[in-house]
């Protein structure tokens, strides 16, 4: 549920303009602690077909890999993933479990980084992606997106109690081009109460036994879109990186 705009990869100088763009990225999960403290970093790769730790980091997007694309690589683990939550409504879990650092399914390894879309010369226009790639164990990625499909189809809107208070959020399932991977489930989460301000588009797709997703936003906050080629040269990179061992 929000996380603060603060945790998420908003370090560096490249990083300040950013944070003024950044209202509601991670909505499906709630912030860890402030350093990275190391526990939630993953062990050896020993699962046959996993991709490993650098090949892994190896095959994250970079800002030279497509046109329009700048790429900032998260520089902790908790930039990218939330504490383990429980969502009030059971058909939701997965959808809350997607950007948990503990969930159902656990990944082998996983990097992320925030993608800033600049084909529109509109500042006002930019997509931002927080995005995270990760490796698991032979099936569990299936397992993972035929979960999150069902949970998508199934789950209109969740709470979550966080120190207390109960946060509400709406699930509607949405469309985007096919192709994306192996398998793709895309959906918008956000706080009712927030309006178009509070509303992520997420993305997820599969390549074998790896995912590519994306947690996506307008600078200006109207309805925020992927660019297929995102992705699709993300998925690139994780078959290409799997073949390598």
């Given at each position: 549920?929000?996380?603060?705009?603060?945790?998420?990869?908003?370090?560096?100088?490249?990083?300040?303009?950013?944070?003024?763009?950044?209202p509601a990225l991670a909505l499906a999960t709630g912030c860890g602690g402030g350093g990275d403290s190391g526990k939630d970093k993953p062990g050896p790769v020993?699962?046959?077909?996993?991709?490993?730790?650098?090949?892994?980091?190896?095959?994250?997007?970079?800002?030279?890999?497509?046109?329009?694309?700048?790429?900032?690589?998260?520089?902790?683990?908790?930039?990218?993933?939330?504490e383990a939550q429980k969502a009030d409504t059971a058909a939701c879990q997965p959808v809350l479990d997607q950007w948990s650092s503990q969930p159902k399914h656990?990944?082998?390894?996983?990097?992320?980084?925030?993608?800033?879309?600049?084909?529109?010369?509109?500042?006002?226009?930019?997509?931002?992606?927080?995005?995270?790639?990760?490796?698991?164990?032979?099936?569990?990625?299936?397992?993972?997106?035929?979960?999150?499909?069902?949970?998508?189809?199934?789950?209109?809107?969740?709470?979550?109690?966080?120190?207390?208070?109960?946060?509400?959020?709406?699930?509607?399932?949405?469309?985007?081009?096919?192709?994306?991977?192996?398998?793709?489930?895309?959906?918008?989460?956000?706080?009712?109460?927030?309006?178009?301000?509070?509303?992520?588009?997420?993305?997820?797709?599969?390549?074998?036994?790896?995912?590519?997703?994306?947690?996506?936003?307008?600078?200006?906050?109207?309805?925020?879109?992927?660019?297929?080629?995102?992705?699709?040269?993300?998925?690139?990179?994780?078959?290409?990186?799997?073949?390598?061992?």
């Amino acid at each position: 549920m929000p996380i603060r705009a603060d945790h998420r990869l908003l370090t560096g100088r490249r990083a300040v303009a950013a944070a003024a763009l950044l209202p509601a990225l991670a909505l499906a999960t709630g912030c860890g602690g402030g350093g990275d403290s190391g526990k939630d970093k993953p062990g050896p790769v020993k699962a046959s077909g996993a991709v490993s730790i650098a090949k892994l980091t190896s095959a994250l997007l970079t800002s030279s890999d497509l046109p329009h694309v700048q790429v900032l690589p998260a520089g902790s683990k908790q930039q990218l993933l939330g504490e383990a939550q429980k969502a009030d409504t059971a058909a939701c879990q997965p959808v809350l479990d997607q950007w948990s650092s503990q969930p159902k399914h656990p990944r082998q390894t996983y990097t992320g980084a925030m993608v800033t879309d600049t084909t529109d010369k509109d500042k006002g226009a930019k997509e931002i992606s927080l995005t995270v790639i990760a490796s698991y164990k032979p099936g569990d990625a299936t397992a993972v997106l035929t979960e999150l499909a069902a949970s998508v189809a199934a789950c209109h809107g969740f709470g979550v109690v966080r120190g207390g208070v109960t946060t509400y959020f709406e699930v509607r399932p949405a469309t985007t081009a096919p192709g994306l991977g192996d398998q793709q489930v895309t959906y918008t989460i956000g706080d009712p109460a927030k309006g178009a301000a509070g509303q992520v588009l997420v993305t997820v797709a599969r390549a074998g036994d790896a995912t590519a997703a994306y947690e996506t936003v307008r600078a200006d906050h109207k309805p925020a879109t992927l660019r297929r080629t995102i992705p699709v040269k993300q998925v690139d990179k994780l078959r290409a990186a799997a073949k390598g061992g």
